[in-house]
């Protein structure tokens, strides 16, 4: 029964820059997880954004993101990171992150879902 929770979201002009945390917590072996993280904007698809695995930190990225978005684990606080620079007004969206059995950017591979925490890039 692993819980998720999303912070760091909110207003940033554009070529500014934020960091999001996912905290996990509940009765659960962390190191079982890997973490996606995925963002929704308005009346558009969820899609992928990037993930890490569980056991080495491999990472992965979405072909439009990478340069720009880097995910990091912190496994001794159970939290994962999305560091976003040169944000775009394209970026806002509400963003989510996930729990998995693999390092996906894919929705239906992620059982575990946070409540999603708004950004808005705007001027």
């Known amino acids: 029964q692993l819980q998720l929770v999303e912070s760091g979201g909110g207003l940033v002009q554009p070529g500014g820059s934020l960091r999001l945390s996912c905290a996990a917590s509940?009765?659960?072996?962390?190191?079982?997880?890997?973490i996606g993280w995925f963002r929704q904007a308005p009346g558009k698809e969820r899609e992928g954004v990037s993930c890490i695995d569980s056991s080495v930190g491999s990472t992965n990225y979405a072909d439009s993101l990478k340069g720009r978005f880097t995910i990091s684990r912190d496994n001794a606080k159970n939290t994962v990171y999305l560091q976003m620079n040169s944000l775009k007004p394209e970026d806002t969206a509400v963003y989510f992150c996930?729990?998995?059995?693999?390092?996906?950017?894919?929705?239906?591979?992620?059982?575990?879902w946070g409540q999603g925490t708004h950004v808005t890039v705007s001027s």
């Open positions: 509940g009765g659960f072996i962390w190191d079982y997880y890997a």
């Open positions: 996930a729990a998995g059995p693999l390092c996906s950017l894919e929705v239906g591979d992620f059982g575990q």
